[in-house]
């Protein structure tokens, strides 16, 4: 099975498919066939067999059929080899080109980039969060923290996925937070209107109100306009 995952993966069409759908969002076949930039019958094959493995879950809606990775395993497993293709020299840059991308975009259902680096770096620092190779747990100065900030940590917890983990961060190669609460923080950042999807894209923009947040909560720097150094 491994090799069959590692061989549906590698091809360039289902790969860019894939990654497609790291947003978190949900699309139809004929939005994924243009960001594969194949036919729709190719597009249909490289589905079906992705569906088929696991990869890829299916919605069906009224006329159109919905895909979706099929759960955050699918989407770290993504996230790494991303960050391992990306290996080069030093003075060569890592990582998507787009700078809105580098300064906050989704990893699937979590926020990722240099915010979601600096989100676990402030967390970890001031002992909300204690940080391990490819794991992590909250404290309970944290526990509270959480919830004083909206974030109910007492639901019953989805089948198979941890409270809160890392995530190996595809462009800085440093952890972000995953897991029940990185998706929880996505949410509750999302309500607060701190954060807002771009359109068609993983990029997050950071709104004013978050700026203003992320100092007065998370003791971050103020100022998160886009990374000049990566443009």
């Not at 980039?113 to 100065?141: F, M, N, P």
């Not at 923290?145 to 961060?169: A, E, H, N, Q, W």
């Not at 897991?179 to 894209?201: E, F, I, N, Y």
């Not at 971050?220 to 443009?231: A, E, G, I, N, Q």
Request: proline fraction near 4%; include cysteine; charge should be positive.
């Amino acid at each position: 099975m491994l090799a069959e995952h590692a061989a549906l993966i590698g091809d360039p069409a289902r790969a860019n498919m894939l990654i497609a759908l790291m947003a978190g969002q949900a699309l139809t076949a004929g939005e994924l066939a243009a960001n594969a930039g194949v036919t729709a019958q190719t597009a249909s094959g490289h589905l079906a067999k992705m569906v088929q493995t696991s990869l890829l879950a299916v919605e069906k809606q009224g006329r159109h059929r919905y895909y979706r990775l099929a759960g955050p395993s699918v989407a770290q497993a993504l996230e790494t080899l991303m960050a391992l293709s990306a290996q080069e020299p030093r003075r060569q840059r890592v990582g998507p080109k787009d700078a809105r991308l580098r300064t906050a975009r989704t990893c699937y259902d979590h926020i990722a980039g240099r915010l979601g680096v600096a989100l676990a770096d402030c967390l970890q620092h001031r002992g909300y969060v204690e940080l391990s190779e490819g794991a992590a747990r909250i404290t309970r100065s944290g526990h509270d923290f959480f919830c004083d900030f909206g974030i109910s940590l007492s639901d019953t917890p989805k089948r198979g996925r941890p409270l809160c983990r890392t995530c190996l961060d595809w462009s800085e190669r440093r952890p972000h937070l995953a897991g029940r609460l990185g998706a929880d923080l996505l949410d509750r950042m999302l309500a607060l209107g701190w954060v807002a999807r771009l359109p068609q894209s993983r990029a997050l923009r950071i709104t004013p109100k978050g700026q203003a947040g992320f100092s007065a909560h998370f003791a971050m720097k103020s100022d998160w306009s886009v990374d000049p150094t990566s443009l």
